[in-house]
């Protein structure tokens, strides 16, 4: 079986205790011109086919992954997370899940003073944006692989929310 949905090959997951996961998935690649060139580059860059799980065990990891913790107060926190609940559920044929989904980005733009009665997000808001105004540097060899990613939305999280709650707590 191979997975041939576009945009989700990767995944990369900080969770409780600062464990980490990253891995990619058996997929069908996208053809030349499908993408625009400079991300058919990263992901030439990136992508390795020896190394990928097959959907099956991708499926598996993801379901243990998604498992909620003894507490039962597990939180999904991303920049734009329902991408990734979407592409995620597409993958596994369900949502075995009942998480807050948390948009990193739009929490940090609250906690700066920003107000909902203004009903739009300034221009370029987004998650380089927020972590720049947290002080974060988002450029990196790694940016958008899916762990460096990850680990920034965790970085970014637990500054916005001065560690009133953290990820990994």
Known sequence: EVFSHPGFWEHGVVGDDAWRVSFQIEHTPPADGDLPKALHEA????????????????RSVLRELLRPNSEGTAIWVGATPDFDA?????????????????????????????S????????????????????????????HTAMYDAELVEELFDRATVGAYRVNR
């Open 86 to 114: 979407t592409r995620i559920q597409l993958l596994l044929g369900e949502q075995p899940w009942d998480y807050h989904l948390i948009d990193a980005p739009t929490l940090a733009l609250g906690a700066k003073g920003f």
């Open 43 to 58: 992901y030439a860059a990136r992508w390795r086919p020896e190394t990928a799980l097959p959907v099956a065990e991708a």
């Open 116 to 143: 909902a009665k203004a009903r739009r997000l300034p221009l370029g808001w987004g998650l380089d944006a927020a972590c720049r105004a947290y002080g974060i540097d988002p450029k990196s060899a790694d940016r």
